[in-house]
């Protein structure tokens, strides 16, 4: 049996007045929040445990200026997002003493990679992380994880195979500058963002009437939520319809992926970046070995737009909501995405 989903934009006046009782505020305040231990990476996978550096290891960050430690009892979570990303290809002179290059070979990825670390006291430290290894226990399993400040792939590789992590918690309490979002009915029952650059997953804890986001946002970014008629989506409300066309066949030409069915609900390109990110409602409507239900996600994927020759190419993806069975109902609502500053924070009316 085929399922089906539903997408609405938000904006008419029956919207409006249906989703009336809507008021989502968020406030700046200084919470004291645990994250969640382990590591996420730039394919959407997580581990979730202990980490600990590597014997004789240790956290040290160039801000530009200096060259500073972070002692781990004093990091909260290290985000990292791409400075620089390419695809390169060796080349060769033809003809000696002459300027004419040849290029040869498969082009291959590079990355360089910008670190953010939140402090216990509240602080956050920028710059390139040295290189560092950690490891993470999960359950019986130790998994060794490289914190590289820049990274090279092999020939014929792609961004998006190159993958690293976007986010590294210690699960330290500390007090962090996050949001409060106070929501009048109907309330969702869950609230996620994905940050803009490293599409770093944090999930919004419930704190009295309301939640607490356990970090500062970058605005724009991907706010999302689910309450009990689906999930509601924060999206700008114009698209580049040519980049659109150039996304959509990027999906279906370019892209092989488990989740088979893919439907693009959005594309956004941050003005002046080589890089625009789509969102998307995955499902797998193919025959699979899992007997049961199969799974959906709504996920936003970061593509790296080449300015040379105009080829798209994914580069990362970071996942809002998954589930399984029927796909659920998607909302894009422009005012999750666009929140109106005030004196104490910011203030979204859908």
Request: glycine residues 10%; proline residues 7%; aromatic residues 8%.
């Amino acid at each position: 049996m085929k399922t089906k989903a539903t997408v609405r934009k938000s904006g008419s006046q029956e919207v409006r007045k249906s989703q009336a009782g809507w008021l989502l505020l968020l406030a700046l305040v200084a919470v004291v929040h645990a994250e969640d231990s382990g590591v996420q990476f730039s394919d959407g996978q997580a581990i979730v445990g202990a980490v600990t550096l590597a014997p004789g290891q240790s956290l040290r960050l160039h801000d530009g200026a200096t060259l500073r430690d972070l002692p781990t009892e004093r990091v909260v979570a290290i985000e990292f997002a791409p400075d620089t990303e390419a695809m390169e290809q060796g080349f060769r002179f033809p003809e000696p003493g002459q300027a004419r290059k040849e290029r040869i070979g498969e082009p291959y990825p590079v990355r360089k990679l910008a670190a953010t670390a939140r402090m216990t006291d509240g602080t956050t430290v920028r710059g390139t992380l040295n290189t560092a290894v950690v490891y993470v226990a999960s359950g019986d399993e130790l998994r060794k994880v490289v914190l590289a400040s820049k990274q090279q792939g092999k020939p014929g590789e792609t961004l998006a195979s190159l993958v690293y992590p976007v986010r590294l918690a210690f699960g330290a309490a500390g007090g962090i500058a996050g949001r409060r979002l106070t929501v009048a009915a109907p309330r969702p029952f869950e609230v996620v963002v994905l940050q803009r650059g490293s599409l770093a997953r944090s999930e919004a804890a419930v704190a009295g009437e309301g939640f607490v986001l356990p970090a500062a946002l970058d605005l724009p970014c991907f706010l999302a939520a689910r309450d009990q008629t689906g999930l509601v989506a924060g999206w700008p409300a114009e698209e580049d319809a040519p980049l659109r066309e150039r996304l959509a066949k990027a999906l279906s030409e370019d892209v092989q992926d488990y989740m088979d069915d893919r439907r693009l609900l959005g594309v956004w390109r941050p003005p002046g970046e080589d890089q625009a990110y789509t969102l998307l409602l995955l499902a797998r409507a193919g025959s699979s070995t899992f007997d049961g239900p199969k799974p959906w996600r709504l996920e936003v994927w970061r593509w790296r737009l080449d300015p040379e020759d105009g080829r798209v190419m994914l580069a990362a993806r970071g996942y809002s909501f998954r589930g399984t069975g029927e796909l659920p109902t998607v909302r894009i609502d422009p005012a999750w995405w666009s929140p109106i500053a005030v004196p104490d924070g910011y203030e979204v009316t859908p």
